[in-house]
C-alpha cells in the first residue's frame, strides 16, 4: 500500500502535469490568435448602381452565387463609379468590394485597393434625337444628361467629350439622370442627348438602340481617343446587329469603351476573393456582344495591380481544398493545416526526445541516493571510533527510509529495490567494523 506520502507525491505529480496541459493549450490558442489569419467574415459589402443599369442586375447574381456557400453579399447604393471608390477607400463605410470601369482611378490615389481582374466592356454610349448629325460642331444649347454625379459617366463624358468639343458646356444643359430615366426622358422627347457608360446587356441600353427615334452615335476619332487614353478600347458595333432587316444600325458605329474591374480592398479575406474570382468565371466568361467566350475575367490590371491572390488564381485555379471541399470545410482545414505544420515542426524534437530525458530524470532521482551511499561507503572505512561508525549506521538507516519511500514508475522500481540492498550490506560491513568490545 502506498504511504501518505507517496500518495502526495503521485498527486503532486499529476497537479504539475495537469499545470503544464494547461499552459500547453493556453500557448496554442494564443499562438493560434497571433499567427493564424482570421476566419473569412460571413458577410460582405459590394457597391450597387441604380435600377436599369447593367451593375445593378450584375451584382445580384454576385449576391445569389455567394449565398451558396453561406456568404451573404450586401448591396450598398451608390450613384457611380466614383462614388464607389471613395467608400472602398475610407475603411470605416464598411464597402469591401465594387465593379469599377477604368479610368476611374490610380494606384497612388487608391494604394487600400486591389483589382481581381477586368470583367466586362462597359460602352461610352451617344444617343440622340438626330442632334449630333444636325451639327457639324460643339452641341449648343442642348438638354444633354451625362449621368448622376458621382458616376464614371458623369466623370467620363466631361473629361472625354468636353475637350474634344463635342459637348459646349457654357450653353448646354448638363443633367444628372440615370441611365433609365436617360432613357424614358429621350424616348419621350424631354431632352437631346443622353450619354452614359453600360454595357452592352444594359435594360437602358437596349430600350435605346430599339428605339426608332432615337440614334446611336458614332464617336468620331476613336483612334485618337485610344491613343491619349490607354485605358480606353475601341470597338464596333457592326451595320444591323440590333435590327437585320431595316437594318439597324444602318451603318457600323465606332464606339469607345474601357473595361470593368472587380475592385476590393486589400484587406479582404482571400478565401472570398477566390469565392469572388469563382463567380466571376461563371457570370462573366460566356460569349457575348464584344468579347469571346472565357475571354473574361482576365487577369488585366488597367488601373490598380492585380491582387496576389487573383493572379495565382489566373494560373493554377482556386486552392486545392477550396476546389474539392465546400467553403467553410476547406476554409477550417487550411486553418488547421497552418497550425499544424509550425507546431509537427516544434513539437517532433520534444517527442524524439522527451522519453530519454523523462528516462534519465527518473534514473537520476535513483542514482543521487547512490552516490550518497557510495559517499557514506568511502568515509567509513576511515572512521576513527566506533562512536562514528554507529553515526555512519544511523545515515544508512535514514537513506534506506529516503529509498523506501521513494515513489518512483513501475519500470524504475527494480532500481530502488537494488539499492536498498545495498545499503543493507555497506551496514553490514559498518557493523562488521566495530570493535567486538562493544
Known sequence: MKTRRQTFVTRRKQLVLSFGVLALVVLLIW???????????????????????????????YREILARDGVELKTVLSPGAVESMARLRDAKSGTNIALVPGGTTTEQDSPELVSLG?????VLWIFSRGHFRQHHGPLRGLRISIGPEGSSSHALALKLLGPAGMIDRNSATLLTLTPSESAQKLIGGEIDAAIFLDAWESPA???LLNNKDVELESIQRADAFVALYPYLDKL?????????????????????????????????????????????????????MFRTAGQFPAAESIDLPLSSHARDFYKTGPPFLQRHLPFWLAVFLKQALILLIPLVAVLFPVFRFAPPVYDWLERRRVYKLYTELRHIEDKMFFAASDSTQMEFIERLDRLKDRASRLSVPIPYKPHVYALRVYIDMVRREAEKLISPER
Do not use: C, W
Open 31 to 61: 499562438f493560434g490568435e497571433a499567427l493564424l489569419p482570421p476566419m473569412p467574415p460571413r458577410t460582405v459589402a459590394m457597391a450597387i448602381y441604380p435600377e436599369g443599369s447593367f451593375n445593378a442586375g450584375i451584382v445580384k447574381r
Open 118 to 122: 477586368t470583367m466586362y466592356y462597359r
Open 205 to 207: 441600353v437596349q430600350q
Open 236 to 288: 464596333v458595333l457592326p451595320t444591323g446587329v440590333v435590327d437585320m432587316a431595316e437594318p439597324r444600325p444602318p451603318a457600323d458605329v465606332l464606339l469607345i469603351a474601357t473595361k470593368s474591374s472587380l475592385v476590393v480592398r486589400k484587406d479582404l479575406h482571400p478565401a472570398i476573393q477566390y469565392l469572388l474570382l469563382e463567380a466571376a468565371v461563371e457570370i462573366h466568361s460566356t460569349p457575348g
